[in-house]
């Protein structure tokens, strides 16, 4: 039910099929790249983040994955269409370490790097980035993205979020698991 809701909510990634055409295939990886996207519009990073008005809004992602790829493509058409709701430019960088996040707003690790994550968890905590993974269980990841009953589920961390500088929207509070 709260997948259900995140996806009607934040307007997946994909245009609603019109009467007659069959609903388009959508896979782990593409509503992961829907969730990250949607996911920055409920989250509010402290005013010293962006160094100046025209910063662009930049999302890492920690080596390269289908989940990447497909939030590139999904900035990308956002952007050509200018319907994305945000107010700067959204740039997504991939990284080879988590030190590299510095500049970044959103850190995304899939899985099989999250331990590369916590190569400097202090010095990422100190720069307001949003992290999010796919796993669970790993302490200092704000949002996680597992996989539950074939759905993608939302863990809020709220003193991870806390302790990076960020401010969660009670609207994802709502549909989120929250864990203190």
């Not at 019109?18 to 782990?28: C, F």
């Not at 990447?68 to 900035?75: K, N």
């Not at 740039?91 to 995304?108: D, K, Q």
Request: proline fraction near 6%.
């Amino acid at each position: 039910m709260r997948l259900l809701l995140l996806v009607m909510s934040f307007n997946a990634a994909t245009d609603t099929p019109s009467l007659g055409q069959a609903a388009p295939v959508v896979d782990e990886a593409q509503i992961r790249a829907a969730m990250i996207f949607n996911l920055t519009r409920y989250v509010e990073w402290p005013p010293w983040k962006f160094n100046e008005p025209s910063a662009p809004f930049v999302l890492c992602f920690l080596a390269s994955d289908a989940v990447g790829d497909d939030t590139e493509a999904l900035v990308r058409d956002r952007q050509s269409r200018e319907s994305s709701g945000q107010d700067r430019k959204v740039t997504v960088r991939r990284i080879s370490s988590a030190s590299a996040a510095a500049s970044c707003h959103v850190l995304y690790a899939p899985k099989l790097d999250r331990k590369k994550i916590f190569e400097a968890p202090a010095d990422i905590a100190k720069c307001a980035v949003l992290t999010i993974s796919d796993n669970p269980t790993t302490g200092g990841i704000v949002i996680s993205l597992p996989m539950v009953d074939s759905r993608v589920q939302i863990v809020v961390d709220l003193k991870a979020a806390q302790q990076s500088g960020l401010t969660l929207s009670s609207k994802l509070l709502k549909i989120a698991t929250v864990s203190r």
